[in-house]
């Protein structure tokens, strides 16, 4: 059959022939759209890595803003008179607001432009951030609330941001790219308590650090409207028709499908572990550290502030350099090791985190006694721990197809705040309160109330790591179907079952023009 002599009434709307097993473009009828073949996209590798620089840039910003207030914890409560109980609702208030929010940036996320969702979180963040700055001590309601809108801003980053570099890099690349990407969590969380205390100590107010971000902030958002791309859904992948073609599933359907993913469900499990120990010390360890010093005799108590900062620029210095030694440890680990054993991120997880469990406990123990013993072991703790970022967020990005990315990050970031660093900050500082309250009111017993309430954070370090042992067994059979084209989500299967029909379509016509010449 000649293109001379084709029958336009026998042809699909795109030329495509209609056999008998063929199907036309009317979707409402329940047969599949028409086909379609989108332009390939690419992206310059400097331009990615540019893009990836920016992206690192925000995220210290993003982490920055986590623990700037653990910095200068003390001025904070003698400036609003806070109990222990009330300043890690600080904290809770911060995650909780995060963990609401964080679902719905993902769906925006997976639906509409990352990068207008990511300058919209930024503006939020810092616009809050700095009127924080200007309340007065008699509304520190409104401080409380303020601390939820910088959440609420740095949840649209936490969310979208690694699915980007997904669609930028791919196998070894993003393996790297997202090690540097994650070194940014301890290291942003270090320079946190570092500028905070750095500043109070030059200004002689702790209002000050809140001031400075902001201008931070904003160099941010203009480099990433000028610098950063948004690239297609699984772009990298070479899955650019799948992740952006289509029908597209409901958020419900997206949910189903990673309810069913047991890689991602451990996975959350065990980033919910770890959530929960390193927001339970991120928040309280500066000011465990100053009553230890106390206790030993190396300071005076603080009665007025600004109190002294030297404890939160020394955990801010551990967390900074044990930070990029662990996330570079682990993610060169794990790209190793995936050489010889392809179950070699969970078991890198598992691992570090059953070594990081007696260090810990043993920094706590050892702290009334020996005070540097108890820094090694921290340091050693929090080195152990980091190893984890890079390789957790890689595990996600392998076992989750490209077009439910977005809100695969949105439900580990909710279930691992809510379960884990939303809570832990108040549920050590209420226990500590608690046991304080049948105590004589001596700085010893207040120290000792602390560090008992933070001796559950390592069991739960081991349960973390029973989770990723879990992973272990389901990650090649989830990798497996998330790199099929056409699986994991309803509408997924629809387009599979769509190349079926085209295919047989195809057939028929061949078979027609062959018969019929």
Sequence with gaps: MSAESRDPASEGPQGWPLGSGGHSGNSGSGQCPPPTTPAAWSLPLWRAYVAAAVLCYTNLLNYMNWFIIAGVLLDVQKFFQISDSHAGLLQTVFIGCLLLSAPVFGYLGDRHSRKATLSFGILLWSGAGLSSSFISPQYSWLFFLSRGVVGTGTASYS???????????????????????????????????????????????????????????????????????????????????????????????????????????????????????????????????????????????????PCNSEDSLIFGALTVVTGIIGVVLGAEASRRYKKVNSRAEPLICASSLLAAAPCLYLALILAPTTLLASYVFLALGELLLSCNWAVVADILLSVVVPRCRGTAEALQITVGHILGDAGSPYLTGLISSALRARRPDSYLQRFLSLQQSFLCCAFVIVLGAGCFLMVALHLERDQAQAQQPGTGTPDGKDAADCKVGESQSLLSGTRASTENP
């Design 159 to 305: 969310t979208i941001a690694p699915t980007i570099l997904g669609d930028l890099f791919v196998k070894d690349q993003r393996t790297r790219v997202l090690a540097i990407f994650y070194i940014f969590i301890p290291v942003g969380s270090g320079l946190g308590y570092v500028l905070g205390s750095a500043v109070k100590e030059l200004t002689g107010n702790w209002r000050w650090a809140l001031r400075i971000m902001p201008c931070l902030e904003a160099v941010a958002l203009v480099l990433l409207i000028v610098l950063v791309p948004d690239p297609p859904r699984g772009a990298a992948e070479k899955q650019g028709a799948l992740a952006t073609g289509g029908l597209r599933s409901s958020w419900c359907e997206d949910v189903r499908y990673l309810w069913r993913n047991w890689s991602f469900v451990w996975s959350t499990l065990g980033v919910t572990a770890l959530a929960f120990v390193t927001g339970a010390l991120g928040f309280w360890a500066p000011k465990f550290l100053f009553e230890a010093r106390v206790v030993h005799g190396l300071q005076l108590p603080c009665f007025r502030q």
